[in-house]
């Protein structure tokens, strides 16, 4: 089991940035590849993007692709995404999830442990 807390989170103007964390506790952080997903009001929940145990590779939904990105710090235990050149279609509830599956998994269901997610708001 893994304990995901998400941070970051808040309003920024269209255009701006923002660097969402998550820190994780209760397993070897290098031993499960992780993501990022968001939820919007009245609609599902949406990859955002994908990386690996070791960090040396990504993917990306492609409505945040040249805009976002994923890392991670295998020694702080923490997941990053720096989010760039918000727009408001980007506000929504954000969530880091675990994933013991090989390969990039866009899917929820690949994600055995999430965090509570952080509110990220873009005005106009």
């Known amino acids: 089991q893994v304990q995901l807390v998400e941070s970051g989170g808040g309003l920024v103007q269209a255009g701006g940035s923002l660097r969402l964390s998550c820190v994780a506790s209760?397993?070897?952080?290098?031993?499960?590849?992780m993501a990022w997903f968001r939820q919007a009001p009245g609609k599902e929940r949406e990859f955002v993007a994908h990386?690996?145990?070791?960090?040396?590779?990504?993917y990306y939904s492609g409505s945040v692709r040249g805009r976002f990105t994923i890392s991670r710090d295998n020694v702080k235990n923490t997941l990053y995404l720096q989010m760039n050149s918000l727009k408001p279609e980007d506000t929504a509830v954000y969530y880091c999830?675990?994933?013991?599956?090989?390969?990039?998994?866009?899917?929820?269901?690949?994600?055995?442990?999430w965090g509570q997610g952080t509110q990220v708001t873009v005005s106009s």
């Open positions: 999830a675990t994933s013991d599956s090989r390969g990039i998994a866009t899917g929820g269901s690949a994600y055995a442990n």
């Open positions: 990386i690996t145990k070791s960090g040396t590779s990504t």
């Open positions: 209760g397993r070897t952080f290098n031993s499960y590849a």
